[in-house]
């Protein structure tokens, strides 16, 4: 048996998109609209050879729409298989009804939801239903090449969305990894600076242990207090992967460093910043992704807030966490990410997320748009 050739295994290969939405309202809508067109249409048209049983089959086969994406093989061949027998047995054929163009759905449905497998099986029932059609009221080749093309015209915009969603769920991850990478990186330099604290506080005591007993003790003391800071942050790193990259031998910024984007830009909106409550003992990667949090988002609302004024940053603490709030003044317009969170959100989401904490973003009720990210204070829960 000759194997199979490389890009058939691929096509049969293809899982199928999950999780696949399960009914919405629109689909409701669409039955609410294509039932009584289809039995108007069955009144108004006098030319059907058997109009009770065209509109009959027609309805019976208009609840598939509900499935078409959970069962798309199952749909398809439903209604396609009933479609190709129904001449052959029926005085006429429910699809000459215009409002049966509903079957397309079917096959977009069956190309963007279904598995490789699916579709070729998919595919015979609908060619043999186009076939079947030809030979029941003869047409000549143009009409026929007309519903091969309708056919294929919906299953090429099923896989170029199917296509185009994964395509946004990889780049989705890329900046999900890219996220944890820097937050990765932030922690190997938190963890870096407290087990240096531990060798120079070490090497000191064994320095002076013979001339000052009591350093000796000091030291331990201090090396037991960067070990357990050492070991909080090392739980934390468990949870972020990081791919081999030079590690970023600047400083890391801290919530102290937020007071610098007030003077940072020279065009624009001006940006306000004000901090409140005990922010001096926060862990690093506390601070850091703080910092973080508020760039981007300083950063997102000069690119896209029209007509802004004012970029207003607070951030208050409390015994069990710290408040990151970022609003602006602009137009909430065509230019504001208000569908799907854009690429630099969903970073900010994972830093929060990794964190233990929350961010979201969304327009005010009457103009401009918050970020309001909320993390614990001592970071990751042990």
């Known amino acids: 048996m000759s194997p199979m050739h490389p890009r058939l295994h691929a096509v049969l290969t293809e899982p199928r998109v999950s999780p696949a939405p399960s009914r919405v309202w629109r689909d409701w809508a669409m039955i609410a609209v294509l039932a009584p067109a289809i039995a108007v249409e069955g009144i108004l048209r006098p030319d059907l050879p058997w109009r009770v049983g065209c509109v009959v089959v027609a309805l019976a086969l208009l609840p598939t729409l509900l499935w078409r994406r959970t069962a798309p093989l199952a749909m398809v061949v439903i209604a ?20 049966a163009s509903f079957l397309v759905v079917l096959v977009y449905a069956l190309f963007r939801w279904g598995s490789g497998r699916d579709a070729v099986l998919g595919s015979f029932f609908v060619v043999a239903k186009v076939t079947a059609a030809g030979l029941v009221d003869p047409v000549d080749g143009g009409e026929l090449v007309a519903g091969f093309a309708v056919m294929f015209a919906a299953a090429t915009l099923g896989v170029a969305i199917r296509f185009r969603a994964a395509a946004r769920l990889r780049q989705l991850d890329q900046v999900k990894l890219l996220e944890r990478e820097r937050l990765a990186r932030d922690l190997h330099d938190t963890v870096a600076h407290h087990v240096s604290a531990m060798a120079i506080r070490a090497q000191a005591g064994i320095a002076a242990s013979a001339s000052q007993p009591g350093a000796a003790v000091e030291a331990l003391h201090t090396i037991e207090a960067e070990a357990s800071r050492a070991l909080a942050e090392m739980r934390a790193m468990v949870r972020v992967l990081r791919r081999n990259e030079p590690a970023d031998l600047l400083p890391n910024p801290q919530v102290a460093d937020i007071g610098r984007l007030a003077g940072q830009f020279r065009t624009g909106p001006t940006v306000d910043v004000k901090l409140r409550g005990d922010l001096g003992d926060l862990p690093p990667t506390v601070g850091s992704a703080l910092y973080r949090l508020a760039q981007e988002s300083v950063t997102n609302a000069r690119r896209h807030a029209r007509h802004a004024t004012r970029i207003e940053v607070s951030v208050a603490a409390d015994d069990t966490s710290v408040r990151l709030r970022v609003s602006d003044d602009g137009e909430t317009g065509a230019a504001r990410p208000t569908g799907s969170p854009g690429f630099g959100l969903v970073g900010m989401m994972e830093r929060a997320d990794l964190l233990g904490g929350t961010c979201e973003a969304g327009p005010d009720p009457d103009r401009g748009w918050t970020v309001t990210a909320v993390l614990p204070r001592e970071g990751v829960d042990a």
């Open 80 to 99: 396609f298989g009933c479609t190709t027998v129904a001449p052959f047995v029926l005085p006429g054929d429910p699809c000459q009804l215009f409002t």
